[in-house]
């Protein structure tokens, strides 16, 4: 057994989506031969700065073996007048992590140094950005070998416009750092971990690995999604963030705007319903009467431009919002639905290399996912796992079609439980132990 200093800022009891990842290795590393500690911060203060909750439940299922310790920013929030904020924000160049809770883990550092415990690798989850370079200050200070696990792209990575074109060549330049000092940088889609190979030549292409988010108890999940189309509403649910903020002008109120930098390679409006509202709109030119049926609801936090977009389209009074749902609470939202909205990031001459955790929830529910999908991680998901009905998000009329074809019947949509397997938390546990070891035993030449 080897003991791993886990950082993941995000961690239960916090249920945010980013927690789930390290929570599941958490649970099972030690059958592996790998025992965590992790560091992450205090349950109270993490639920503010990720405006998320604290769900007890999460915490009770871990091990008692896992320990936690908490880190505490200490210094106050500041606020300050519009003005202030505004210099803040352009005057800093990385998301203010590892500035804020450097000096919890200094101190943290110290205390385990004390331990007889004796650590054989440091791992850092990320997002937030700044754990990776907390990892790095961990891994220095320990003198161990370090693995960076990377949930989501960072550098590449504009749901919004970047601050500035500073600010866009810093990012990339502390995305250079953290991964340098890295023996091994995990992607969780084989796109992500190419785009992030790709992104550093400088960096042997070994050091690059891939492993995927996933699901528990793949064997006993569903080997059908049934859709039944028949009943008086058709709903379509959707669970979580979409992860896109439409732009914003620049004027006198807000002249920050001007420096925005969009480096054109992502268009995350496609992670958003507007491509579905465009089909369901084209569905009620098409056939008022089958358009009247469907409803779309959306269990998380809102952005406020989600009903505008509703009704942009017509669709605003049949678009219902249900909140945040504690974890345990979303199975019944699912049992409720007909079926699912299934969407993806489009990367310019590239590929999509996101593959939504609520994926894996959908399948697991044994209703379809509508997935309008570019192409990239999302796509080829489906494709491989089945379960869901693939339409392209750039043609409503056709969408509208598939959708009419849709209501009024019910099917069955296979499900291949072979590939399925591969995302088997057992399994993807088994490879973070398995590369974790190799870590430990290496250097970062």
């Known amino acids: 057994m080897i003991e791993v200093l886990m950082i993941a800022l995000e961690f239960a009891p916090v249920q945010t989506t980013g927690a789930f990842r390290s929570i599941e290795f958490a649970k099972r590393l030690a ?25 007890p439940v999460l915490s009770e299922r871990l091990p008692e073996s896992v320990r936690v310790h908490y880190l505490r920013e200490e210094r106050a929030p500041v606020t300050g007048t519009p003005l202030a904020r505004l210099w803040r924000m352009l005057s800093t160049f990385d998301d203010s992590y590892e500035d ?50 990377m949930r989501d792209a960072w550098a590449q990575w504009s749901p919004s416009r970047q601050i500035s074109r500073l600010h866009y060549a ?36 070994h050091r690059f690995h891939t492993i995927t988010n996933g699901i528990s108890g793949a064997a006993d999940l569903p080997r059908e999604a049934l859709w039944v189309g028949t009943g008086e509403t058709i709903d379509i649910g959707y669970v979580g963030t979409f992860y896109w903020l439409p732009p914003k002008k620049p004027s006198l109120a807000a002249p920050h705007r001007y420096l925005q930098y969009d480096p054109g390679t992502e268009d995350w409006s496609y992670r958003s319903p507007l491509s579905f509202f465009r089909a369901w709109a084209e569905l009620d030119k098409q056939a008022p009467e089958i358009g009247a049926r469907m409803r779309f609801h959306h269990a998380g936090r809102a952005p406020d431009w989600l009903m505008p977009m509703a ?10 919002c249900h909140g945040v749902l504690p974890k345990q609470d979303v199975a019944g939202f699912l049992d409720r639905m007909t079926g699912f909205l299934g969407t993806s990031m489009k990367r310019i001459d590239g590929l999509d290399y996101c593959l939504a955790s609520k994926s894996f929830e959908y399948l697991a529910s044994g209703k ?29 009329k056709s969408s509208a079609k598939q959708l009419l074809k849709l209501v009024g019947e019910s099917s069955c949509l296979a499900i291949n439980k072979n590939a399925l397997l591969d ?18 035993a290496s250097t970062t030449a």
């Open 31 to 55: 059958d592996y031969g790998v025992r965590p500690t992790v560091l992450t911060i205090e349950p109270e203060q993490a639920s503010v700065i990720f405006g998320a909750k604290i769900n």
């Open 368 to 396: 379809p996912t509508l997935a309008f999908v570019c192409a990239g991680a999302q796509k080829r998901f489906f494709e491989e796992v089945g379960g869901a009905v693939i339409f392209d998000p750039d043609d409503p």
């Open 170 to 205: 810093r990012k990339q330049r502390d995305e250079a750092r953290a991964f340098a000092a890295a023996a091994a940088i995990v992607g969780v889609t084989p796109e992500l971990t190419d785009l992030f190979a790709t992104s550093h030549p400088e960096l042997p292409r």
């Open 100 to 149: 804020r809770f450097a000096p919890a883990l200094h101190a943290c550092l110290a205390e385990l140094k004390q331990d007889p415990q004796r650590y054989a690798a440091v791992y850092a989850s990320a997002p937030p950005f700044g754990a990776t370079m907390l990892g790095k200050r961990a891994a220095e200070d320990l003198q161990l070998p370090y693995l960076i696990d």
């Open 423 to 440: 995302y088997d938390h057992a399994r993807t546990t088994a490879q973070m132990a398995s590369l974790i070891h190799q870590v430990a």
């Open 311 to 320: 009704a942009e389209h017509g669709l605003a009074d049949r678009c219902l």
